[in-house]
């Protein structure tokens, strides 16, 4: 399968009084359509500048970003981004936040069909009784839904999850997780989500990019996670490599996210069993 | 019988039941979390014991007595900390001291106060307004005043639900280091399971509202003191963390009433907002990929 989403030397500098600041320093992804691949680091090491900057919101200083073929410049519709807060119109219900998307992406459809397909995503969410309430009148948990039909809604040719569930408590974070993993399996999106929670990134990602601390933050190490597909929350727990891939990635966070350039390749899990998980050696991205 | 004992407590405010059919029985020096979902009713569950709220059926008891009323035998731990913003945090915790111990000299007190605020090791903040303080560090004047005025059971309403993962993680150190040096019994409430099973000595469900209900207990019998980092190579814990998630959610999707809806999504394609259509007479037509999809969810 082609790339279908291709970030080459993407690089983020921002001027200061005292001279640049480089945030982001030569980084480079290479996302497969239809894949989900997670960035995990620590709060501000540049992980949301990056899916900034692939949403079209941050400008890019350096390098480029290739989605479908064709160079990114500026926002559009072709990206659907969930944020961490839900950032719903007050004035306007649920259903209305998603149909002011859909009215612009699918304008040359009739209005039964526009009214369709807002129907249809804010249902298989969950909201098939709430979504003629306000924002003010639903709980975090189903704005949060809203946020997540409304992405979908548009039908993008990627998926941007900006800490999605961060604002949410673990057991509706779970719930959520459940829901947005069952639309993305249905709708075959590629999926870049940021995170800094273990547990979401390898339940829901292909890939797991762990990214070092910034400044110049760059690639650290990459975890391919094959848990079998669809994934349900029991059956992951249960399996024999999550919690042997948990701990990597928690000592990575705690320990090598810290150093600046890995050098040296850490010590490769005991035996990959059953070649159901396997991690890569460092891939270091040199500067 | 138990320290804390509810038998058959319910609580309804008008309609439907919030509470049901709860038993729960709490030993002296124990620390029990009760882990449910946000509205499923744990404020509820504690504002019962603490006497804030009156039962609708059902008893309980603390060391024997019927609780009828709050009192400071029992003390309590809010989410949002509950502090008076015009006094410090010296003043926050005396103001409690004084309250149950009236007679003590002022002297007494003051040492009181002060042997509490550096408990939670705030002594260079004594003299700070709440305004003036993290939030993790109002929680620590917060629990310093509940400990201070010497409660026989301590009640934890989701005290760090409002805290960043690091202060979350300091704070449920601390209040683990207290618990083993002071032996109070707990009751915690949460809605994070690996904060319950880190903390307690026993976990319980709480299932989904409306009509929520305790489930079947979990005893947690990883030695103390516990390594939140160790903790994950411990067999013990991945169980106990699998089962009562497991149980959490399915307790969760059986409200789902099986309600199925018919659903259509027609297959269009979205417009390239970029690269406008050529003007052909009459109105555009939506590209479409195949046919309508039906689908139908329970909902």
């Given amino acids: ?287 | 019988m138990a320290y804390l004992e509810l038998n058959n407590v319910s609580k309804h405010f008008g309609g439907a039941p919030v509470l049901k059919d709860i038993n729960l029985s709490v030993e002296k020096g124990e620390f029990v979390a009760i882990v449910g979902f946000s509205g499923a009713g744990k404020t509820t569950l504690i504002s019962l014991i603490a006497g804030l709220l009156k039962p609708g059926h059902g008893s309980l008891t603390l060391n024997d007595l019927e609780i009828t009323g709050p009192g400071p035998d029992r003390g309590i731990v809010f989410q949002n900390y509950s502090l008076l913003p015009w006094l410090t945090v010296f003043e926050n915790i005396l103001l409690a001291v004084e309250a149950v111990n009236p007679n003590w000299s002022a002297a007494k007190r003051t040492e009181h106060v002060e042997k509490y605020i550096a408990m939670v090791n705030l002594t260079p903040a004594r003299n700070k307004l709440p305004s003036e303080l993290s939030g993790g560090m109002r929680q620590r004047v917060s629990v310093a005043r509940a400990l201070a005025m010497d409660p026989q059971i301590l009640l934890l309403d989701e005290p760090l639900s409002a805290l960043d993962a690091l202060t979350r993680a300091t704070l449920q150190d601390e209040i683990s280091r207290i618990w083993s040096e002071n032996k109070k019994t707990v009751l915690m409430i949460t809605n994070d399971p690996d904060e319950g099973i880190l903390l307690a000595d026993r976990i319980i469900p709480l299932t989904a509202g409306p009509g929520a209900t305790l489930g079947p207990e979990i005893t947690i019998d990883i030695p103390r003191p516990r390594d939140r980092k160790a903790i994950n190579h411990d067999a013990r814990f991945k169980k106990i963390r699998r089962e009562l998630i497991a149980f959490m959610l399915d307790s969760k999707s059986e409200r789902h009433t099986s309600v199925t809806k018919k659903l259509i999504l027609p297959d269009i394609e979205p417009e390239d907002l970029e690269r406008p259509p050529r003007i052909f007479s009459g109105r555009p037509k939506p590209k479409r990929a195949g046919e309508i999809k039906e689908e139908t969810v329970a909902i």
């Fill in chain 1, 1 to 287: 399968m082609s790339d279908h989403v291709e970030l080459s030397n993407l690089t983020k500098i921002y001027p200061t009084p005292k001279g640049e600041a480089v945030i982001v320093k030569d980084f480079n992804l290479r996302i497969k359509k239809g894949e989900f691949v997670t960035l995990i680091g620590h709060s501000g090491c540049g992980k949301s500048t990056v899916l900034s900057m692939l949403a079209g919101l941050s400008e890019i200083s350096d390098g480029s970003i290739i989605l479908a073929a064709r160079e990114l410049d500026g926002a559009g519709p072709d990206r659907g981004v969930v944020f961490q807060s839900p950032s719903l119109l007050p004035w306007l219900t649920a259903f209305e936040n998603v149909m002011l998307g859909v009215n612009q992406v699918f304008y040359t459809a009739d209005k039964t069909e526009r009214r369709e397909i807002v129907e249809y995503y804010l249902t298989v969410v969950g909201l098939g009784d709430a979504m003629h309430k306000r924002p003010a009148e639903l709980s975090q948990g189903m704005r949060q839904r809203v946020g997540i039909a409304r992405a979908f809604a548009l039908k993008p040719k990627m998926l941007l999850l900006d800490e999605p569930f961060g604002m949410l408590d673990t057991l509706t974070r779970y719930e959520l997780q459940q829901v947005l993993i069952e639309l993305w399996r249905k709708n075959k999106i590629t999926a870049l989500m940021v995170t800094h929670d273990v547990d979401e990134a390898l339940f829901l990602s292909d890939r797991i990019v762990c990214m070092t601390d910034g400044p110049a933050a760059e690639v650290g190490e990459i975890m391919d996670v094959h848990f079998p597909r669809p994934r349900e929350r029991k059956t992951v727990f249960e399996h024999p490599d999550y919690y042997k891939l948990r701990e990597q990635l928690i000592e990575f966070l705690e320990v090598r996210a810290h150093r600046k350039h890995p050098t040296a390749t850490p010590t490769p899990p005991a035996g990959p069993s059953a070649g159901a998980a396997a991690v890569s050696p460092v891939e270091t991205v040199s500067t």
